[in-house]
């Protein structure tokens, strides 16, 4: 079906793998150009002198259609010959960075250290990957999510979330750097130009709230004069993929469609959740649909449903 109303300037605000799909399947929909996709990097962190950017790339990838098709993140078919070589040297190889992985972070570390903002180099590496959406990181300083458990105390991101595999006890989150990281370039004039605005369905606490620390980024969705929409990560009190509910729980917040909601409470107008909780009440209007993105035709047929929604919306 035709979208009623055609989007020139959409922005999506996405995380990991569950917002590279709806990102994936925005970009099929609109027209070229059309996506501006402002992704997480408080997940990025130095590994052997590298800087990895995990959010940006698995939303570079899926939209490149590199990704690997189970995991999400890093490229299908890699190798770990690297990875091999690193532990026959006795290494722990936990952080699984495959060999073609590992030239997109070389480019971006050797990039970084002659001066380039992240920014620049994100687009030259989505350019050359074929990308068409414009993918820019939230900001070009350094904004880290930090983990602090019970029982490992302060972990950076990454090793909460893969050496430790999201098991400790969250008792806090930090988002060092919040003080005085700007946004990167281009990211408020495409807020300020958007038609509409969609808070993809990733991790509210770990993707997004990261993209909101920035606090400029915070204000402009607060001030903003265009519909946004968000897309529930949560079916029926059961996280679509990794910790969003136990973390909810540990920071004692509500672990569910509405929890989620209140949590943006004044940064949405809308909020798109699954037919198993059509019954919940919201705040917000709400747009019911199947929101499971198993398959590629799935993440487009999303992406229609709440571009078509929002059109409503705008009139
Ligand atoms: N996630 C894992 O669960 N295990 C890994 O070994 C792993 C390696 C990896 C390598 C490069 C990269 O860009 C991402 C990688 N991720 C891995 C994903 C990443 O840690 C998380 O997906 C994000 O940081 C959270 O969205």
């Known amino acids: 079906m035709a979208l009623n109303h055609t989007f020139r300037r959409v922005v999506a605000l996405a995380g990991g793998v569950g917002g590279a799909k709806l990102a994936a399947g925005l970009a099929a929909r609109l027209p070229h150009g059309a996506l501006t996709i402002i992704g997480n990097t408080g997940d990025d962190f130095r590994h052997y002198g590298l800087h990895v950017s995990p959010d940006l790339d698995t939303v570079m990838y899926t939209l490149a259609g590199l990704a690997h098709p189970i995991n999400g993140w890093g490229i299908a078919d890699d190798t770990r010959r690297m990875l091999e070589m690193l532990a026959r040297y006795g290494e722990d190889t936990w952080f699984g960075l495959g060999d073609l992985d590992l030239a997109t972070n070389l480019l971006r570390t050797h990039w970084l250290a002659q001066g380039k903002p992240l920014s620049q180099i994100t687009a030259h590496l989505c350019e050359r990957l074929g990308v068409t959406a414009r993918l820019l990181p939230m900001t070009d300083d350094s904004l880290a999510t930090v983990v602090y458990t019970a029982e490992q105390g302060k972990l950076s991101f990454q090793e909460y979330f893969v050496r430790y595999r999201w098991q400790p006890t969250v008792t806090r989150l930090a988002y060092e750097g919040e003080e005085t990281a700007q946004p990167a370039a281009g990211v408020l004039e495409a807020l300020a130009q958007a038609e509409a605005i969609i808070l993809c369905p990733s991790n509210p606490l770990l993707s997004i709230a990261?993209?909101?620390?920035?606090?400029?980024?915070?204000?402009?969705?607060?001030?903003?004069?265009?519909?946004?929409?968000?897309?529930?990560?949560?079916?029926?009190?059961?996280?679509?993929?990794?910790?969003?509910?136990?973390?909810?729980?540990?920071?004692?917040?509500?672990?569910?469609?509405?929890?989620?909601?209140?949590?943006?409470?004044?940064?949405?107008?809308?909020?798109?959740?699954?037919?198993?909780?059509?019954?919940?009440?919201?705040?917000?209007?709400?747009?019911?649909?199947?929101?499971?993105?198993?398959t590629p035709t799935d993440r487009g047929r999303l992406a229609e449903d709440v571009l078509l929604w929002i059109g409503d919306l705008h009139q």
């Open 210 to 294: 990261p993209i909101l620390a920035v606090r400029a980024i915070r204000e402009a969705l607060a001030a903003r004069r265009v519909p946004c929409v968000a897309i529930s990560p949560i079916i029926a009190g059961a996280a679509l993929k990794g910790p969003t509910v136990k973390i909810m729980n540990e920071l004692g917040l509500r672990a569910d469609v509405a929890g989620v909601a209140s949590y943006y409470d004044g940064l949405i107008d809308g909020f798109v959740v699954d037919e198993a909780d059509r019954e919940v009440a919201l705040k917000q209007q709400t747009l019911i649909t199947n929101i499971r993105m198993m």
